[in-house]
């Protein structure tokens, strides 16, 4: 996996403690991790707008829809996505049972860790991996079997498990943001078991609120009884012009809030903030070497140019990890 | 649609005034349109044993999931599916400008409102009837239609909108276990859209607590703006061995409590009450001519044999409108 690593940022890993936030910083304030600069106030500000009763900007709860990108918004998407690394470790544990997979190069580079052709393939040929390893599986041995792996698996940089690195201002975001009634979901280009595994204890998001990719799930008769198996075959793919089908088609209400970090939530912003009234698209930007990572238009994984650009105006905010966090993971 | 009224029930309407509960019933109990028989009895001792913290049947909050059918558990459904009375008046209203139905035998025959006909066709007629009747509309539109349509369209026998015509009991429920923790889910054969439509202001159940069939969503750029449009095309069908796959899909969780009324709901309450611990499968039955409507086997709009003749072995609880509810209608 370290051909992802384009710009050495492993060699800064464990170096930089976690920036303690001051308890002055704490007390009444809500983001207690978010600095006190323009995002912020932003947030506040919108946040204070839809929930003032008797305004004309008010929102009722019911309608207070927020969504989140998962991978590089809430938790650490480089140097490769989490659940594709769940996903190697399972194709090299399968490999001896599937000795066809040799003859395939996108399995044979897989399974070598030649991480330059499999991303070359595409988020075709990622599908294809993903849906090979997780297939056979009833949702219930998904479950167990991602909890398994996300107990023991360590990030490569941080040498942390990954539900470890999620970030800390977005935690407090969506406690924030339930607590004035908003609803939060999840809208996740990840298959949607693997986020589902973690989200209830990690995120305090019920697995109904989280919308992710799919994969083919067959009903069939075992012993008598229903049994559902995860086919290989990709079903739907919630990234890209897939969010807005996949929040109409699973939330039913276009949202009041997004988001996300990278092009693979322009569409999803897009559709947010086209909504009428007032609306808030935010977009995370991965601009802390010592602390995270920096990577923006030059990376096949959590790439961001398209949205950026169109950031300014279609009056998307930009948080600067580095400017706008004085803290990142908890 | 009267060709469907095959046991003449037309001819009761309005003869029998709702009974009203007598205030000795209300007070504390939850249920006050429920009788004191069996299957209130069953139904509240379960609720008990799965709340009493500390003891073996304990299930937290996060797992306590309930899940109804719509059509014949909530409202009524004979003698057609409001969904289908719905497509109808849509269809008739959109014929001249789709001159070329009339070439078709299944269009022919809905115009002309040839129920036998349409009900030969079997679900997938009914499926290609609703598609054609409501493609190309965005979400936002096919809410907005379905909400006036509900607004002045009546029932044929009760002659009062379809929404006033839930069942008061079912209303009980849906409220009892929500105090109790439990989150509440409609798994419907009928279009996502429909149901959600009203499921929030008439049943308290939030849009991304509908799963329901869906038609495919096309994602376009109108104007340089998202714009989701259904397609007449069938995406899923969510009825029968549908019904688990959607759950999976969308609730990510094994229901502990599902209620249906027809051979439809079969698979759903299989797979509820094949998890492990204690869970509960519900059958409403249509056995009061006087207060609703009488219809088991011989019907094609909420047929119920085979889970019938199971529901003694599976254990599922079999509730007589007739005789387990005081009161029907809100």
Redesign the interface.
């Known amino acids: 996996m370290n051909l992802l690593h384009r710009r050495g940022v492993l060699r800064a890993a464990a170096l930089f403690p976690l920036v303690v936030t001051p308890a002055a910083a704490q007390g009444n304030d809500p983001l207690p991790s978010w600095r006190d600069t323009a995002p912020k106030r932003a947030i506040l500000d919108f946040a204070a707008a839809v929930t003032a009763e008797g305004t004309p900007g008010f929102v009722a709860p019911?309608d207070r829809i927020a969504v989140f990108d998962n991978d590089g918004t809430l938790w650490v998407e480089q140097p490769i996505y989490p659940q594709f690394a769940y996903a190697l470790d399972r194709l090299k544990a399968m490999a001896q049972r599937n000795p066809s997979w040799k003859q395939e190069p996108l399995f044979r580079a897989a399974l070598a860790g030649d991480m330059k052709t499999v991303l070359a393939s595409g988020s075709g040929g990622l599908q294809r991996l993903i849906g090979a390893a997780l297939a056979g599986n009833t949702?219930?041995e998904s479950a167990r079997l991602a909890q398994a792996w996300l107990a023991q698996a360590k990030d490569p940089k941080w040498g942390k498990p990954y539900t470890a690195l999620v970030y800390q201002p977005m935690i407090e975001m969506l406690r924030f943001l339930r607590a004035r009634g908003f609803?939060t979901?999840i809208v996740s280009g990840g298959g949607?078991?693997f986020v589902?595994s973690f989200s209830?204890q990690v995120y305090g998001i019920?697995?109904?609120?989280?919308i992710g990719s799919?994969f083919e799930?067959r009903?069939s008769l075992l012993d008598g009884?229903?049994n559902?198996t995860r086919l290989p075959a990709v079903d739907f793919i919630d990234d890209g012009?897939?969010k807005?089908?996949g929040i109409?088609?699973?939330?039913?209400?276009?949202p009041l809030i997004a988001f996300g970090n990278s092009d693979g939530d322009f569409?999803m912003l897009?559709?947010t903030t086209?909504g009428s009234g007032r609306r808030l698209g935010v977009l995370i930007r991965h601009d802390d070497l010592e602390r995270e990572h920096v990577y923006e238009r030059d990376t096949q994984v959590g790439r961001l140019a398209r949205a950026l650009d169109a950031a300014p105006h279609r009056k998307w905010l930009v948080v600067s990890m580095k400017n706008d966090w004085s803290r990142i993971f908890a």
């Open positions: 019911a949702p219930e609803q979901f949607v078991d589902r209830e019920p697995p109904w609120q989280v799919t799930l009903s009884k229903v559902l012009p897939g807005p089908i109409a088609r699973q939330i039913g209400k276009r569409e897009q559709y086209e």
